[in-house]
């Protein structure tokens, strides 16, 4: 018993013992920090490393070969303020900003946390963030218009965090936040743009007001036009209506007067054409009548006319043979008593021409004829008559009625 019991004694001492050298070789680290174990080396890239970072967890110190030391992670809020910067155009400005600071939790930006903050208080750490922020800011703003940096916080809210980002993550420090709290200026210059721009906006808010006025009134205007149209569309329409109603009344009135109009035409058609047959009748009637009144006895009167003709015909037959006879006779005559019957000839067929030349209204019987000297006084017309007929008369027939009268006179 005294054996067991004198080991079961060691073994609890050296199973104290073993607790409490574990207890104080193994850290346990929070979120909000970081443990360094300096001492041991390691290789990180081409990079060689005389500390391991532990950021929340647990790990094993290696005793007598390295320390542990602890950072804070927690957030750092610092108040920047900048007085009299110049910005572009040299207007001195004042500028109040608020940021969000604090040491890196993730590698590689903690190494280089590391290297700087380790070992100092977070009030230093503030003043190198705080100097640096200023210093950015200062050179944000002297890129920037007072314009610009009043007017467009946004863009320069954004120029100002990438240069602290791009600085501060150089320092080992993560800028979580920036804000822009306010900018002013000692001149006035801000100010006076105030005014400026409220005066552009009373000016712009009397020409937006007059541009309202005027849009309602070319909107009443529209509306009254609009109005006027519809109301003028709507007259059109009524009377295109009455036009059309007008028009199936004016056509309807034309098909009844030319039905009625066609009822006429074809009853005085149809009367017509009675007419016709009446007629056509009357005239059958008639030609039959004339067929017995007229044809007939004028075909029986034509048949004894042509009877009569016939018979006169052979009547002048005869006497025209007679008459040649008696001409061939006269001929044969004329022939045998040669100048003589000649003469005779003459002057029985001389007798009327005489008469007619010298006016007489009576045949003249011829006892003597007297050749007479160139007649004056009253006789001389019928002097010259009878003179003018015997020489028209000798030229024609070649007897000289002179001579003939002279012949006639020596025989008596």
């Given at each position: 018993m005294?054996?067991?019991?004198?080991?079961?004694?060691?073994?609890?001492?050296?199973?104290?013992?073993?607790?409490?050298?574990?207890?104080?070789?193994?850290?346990?680290?929070?979120?909000?920090?970081?443990?360094?174990?300096?001492?041991?080396?390691?290789?990180?890239?081409?990079?060689?490393?005389?500390?391991?970072?532990?950021?929340?967890?647990?790990?094993?110190?290696?005793?007598?070969?390295?320390?542990?030391?602890?950072?804070?992670?927690?957030?750092?809020?610092?108040?920047?303020?900048?007085?009299?910067?110049?910005?572009?155009?040299?207007?001195?400005?004042?500028?109040?900003?608020?940021?969000?600071?604090?040491?890196?939790?993730?590698?590689?930006?903690?190494?280089?946390?590391?290297?700087?903050?380790?070992?100092?208080?977070r009030n230093e750490i503030m003043y190198i963030a705080k100097e640096t922020l200023e210093g950015?800011?200062?050179?944000?703003?002297?890129?920037?218009?007072?314009?610009?940096?009043?007017?467009?916080?946004?863009?320069?809210?954004?120029i100002l965090t990438e240069e602290a980002e791009h600085d501060l993550s150089k320092l080992g420090i993560k800028l979580d936040q920036l804000k822009i709290q306010n900018v002013t200026d000692d001149v006035g210059y801000l100010n006076s743009i105030g005014r400026i721009r409220g005066a552009s906006l009373r000016q712009r808010a009397v020409i937006a007001e007059t541009?309202?006025?005027?849009?309602?009134?070319?909107?009443?205007?529209?509306?009254?036009n609009a109005s006027e149209i519809a109301r003028y569309d709507a007259e059109i329409a009524i009377a295109e209506r009455e036009m059309a109603k007008r028009i199936v009344d004016a056509r309807t009135r034309r098909d009844a007067m030319i039905a009625t109009a066609e009822g006429e035409v074809r009853a005085q058609i149809a009367k017509v054409m009675a007419?016709?047959?009446?007629?056509?009748?009357?005239?059958?009637?008639?030609?039959?009548?004339?067929?017995a009144d007229v044809v007939q006895p004028a075909d029986a009167a034509r048949l004894q006319m042509e009877e009569a003709a016939v018979g006169a015909a052979a009547a002048i037959v005869e006497r025209g043979k007679a008459e040649a006879a008696a001409l061939h006779q006269l001929v044969e005559a004329y022939k045998k008593g040669g100048a003589a019957a000649k003469e005779v000839l003459v002057l029985q067929n001389i007798l009327p021409m005489i008469q007619k030349i010298s006016g007489a209204e009576h045949p003249v019987r011829i006892a003597k004829v007297t050749v007479l000297p160139r007649a004056s006084g009253e006789q001389e017309p019928l002097a010259r008559k009878i003179i003018g007929a015997n020489e028209q008369l000798k030229a024609a027939t070649g007897v000289d009625l002179a001579s003939v009268a002279a012949r006639i006179t020596s025989k008596s």
């Amino acid at each position: 018993m005294g054996i067991i019991g004198v080991l079961f004694f060691v073994a609890i001492v050296v199973a104290a013992f073993i607790l409490i050298t574990i207890k104080r070789m193994l850290y346990v680290v929070p979120p909000n920090q970081a443990m360094i174990l300096s001492g041991a080396k390691r290789k990180i890239g081409n990079k060689v490393l005389g500390f391991r970072v532990v950021c929340g967890g647990r790990a094993l110190r290696i005793p007598l070969l390295e320390r542990v030391d602890f950072i804070d992670l927690r957030n750092i809020n610092i108040d920047v303020e900048v007085r009299g910067a110049f910005s572009k155009g040299g207007i001195p400005l004042n500028v109040k900003a608020v940021a969000n600071v604090k040491l890196p939790g993730e590698e590689p930006m903690i190494h280089n946390a590391v290297e700087r903050f380790l070992g100092r208080n977070r009030n230093e750490i503030m003043y190198i963030a705080k100097e640096t922020l200023e210093g950015n800011l200062r050179g944000v703003l002297a890129q920037l218009t007072p314009e610009e940096v009043n007017e467009d916080k946004n863009r320069f809210t954004h120029i100002l965090t990438e240069e602290a980002e791009h600085d501060l993550s150089k320092l080992g420090i993560k800028l979580d936040q920036l804000k822009i709290q306010n900018v002013t200026d000692d001149v006035g210059y801000l100010n006076s743009i105030g005014r400026i721009r409220g005066a552009s906006l009373r000016q712009r808010a009397v020409i937006a007001e007059t541009q309202a006025q005027s849009g309602a009134a070319e909107q009443k205007a529209l509306n009254w036009n609009a109005s006027e149209i519809a109301r003028y569309d709507a007259e059109i329409a009524i009377a295109e209506r009455e036009m059309a109603k007008r028009i199936v009344d004016a056509r309807t009135r034309r098909d009844a007067m030319i039905a009625t109009a066609e009822g006429e035409v074809r009853a005085q058609i149809a009367k017509v054409m009675a007419e016709i047959k009446r007629q056509q009748a009357r005239a059958v009637q008639v030609e039959r009548q004339l067929e017995a009144d007229v044809v007939q006895p004028a075909d029986a009167a034509r048949l004894q006319m042509e009877e009569a003709a016939v018979g006169a015909a052979a009547a002048i037959v005869e006497r025209g043979k007679a008459e040649a006879a008696a001409l061939h006779q006269l001929v044969e005559a004329y022939k045998k008593g040669g100048a003589a019957a000649k003469e005779v000839l003459v002057l029985q067929n001389i007798l009327p021409m005489i008469q007619k030349i010298s006016g007489a209204e009576h045949p003249v019987r011829i006892a003597k004829v007297t050749v007479l000297p160139r007649a004056s006084g009253e006789q001389e017309p019928l002097a010259r008559k009878i003179i003018g007929a015997n020489e028209q008369l000798k030229a024609a027939t070649g007897v000289d009625l002179a001579s003939v009268a002279a012949r006639i006179t020596s025989k008596s």
